[in-house]
Nanobody, 122 residues
Framework: QVQLVESGGGLVQPGGSLRLSCSLS????????IGWFRQAPGKEREGVSS????????LYADSVKGRFTISRDNADNTVYLQMTNLKSEDTAVYYC???????????????WGQGTQVTVSS
């Protein structure tokens, strides 16, 4: 039994920054990775970034490389997504999820949060 709660979303101007948080609770010892995904209206959910619990290895989608940074605090059971230089195409609901491998594919993840809205607009 695991719970994931995303926070930190909101409205931001193009070029601005936001930091998303994913707080974990319950039994989480069986997971190796946490991924961030996003889903825009009318589009399929896509992988944004992923991080390993054991060694901190990270993975990013090409669309966010150089702009987004994923990090984790294992002691606090929290994972962050620092988003900078935000673009309108980053607008989506952002979800965190637990998986067994570092991956950007939804099939690698089994537990999901409810999401937090990020809107990038002038």
């Amino acid at each position: 039994q695991v719970q994931l709660v995303e926070s930190g979303g909101g409205l931001v101007q193009p070029g601005g920054s936001l930091r998303l948080s994913c707080s974990l609770s319950g039994i989480t010892l069986d997971y190796e990775s946490i991924g961030w995904f996003r889903q825009a209206p009318g589009k399929e959910r896509e992988g944004v970034s992923s991080i390993s619990r054991s060694d901190g290895r990270t993975l990013y989608a090409d669309s966010v490389k150089g702009r987004f940074t994923i990090s984790r605090d294992n002691a606090d059971n929290t994972v962050y997504l620092q988003m900078t230089n935000l673009k309108s195409e980053d607008t989506a609901v952002y979800y965190c999820a637990l998986g067994l491998v570092v991956s950007l594919t939804t099939g690698a993840y089994g537990s999901w949060g409810q999401g937090t809205q990020v809107t990038v607009s002038s």
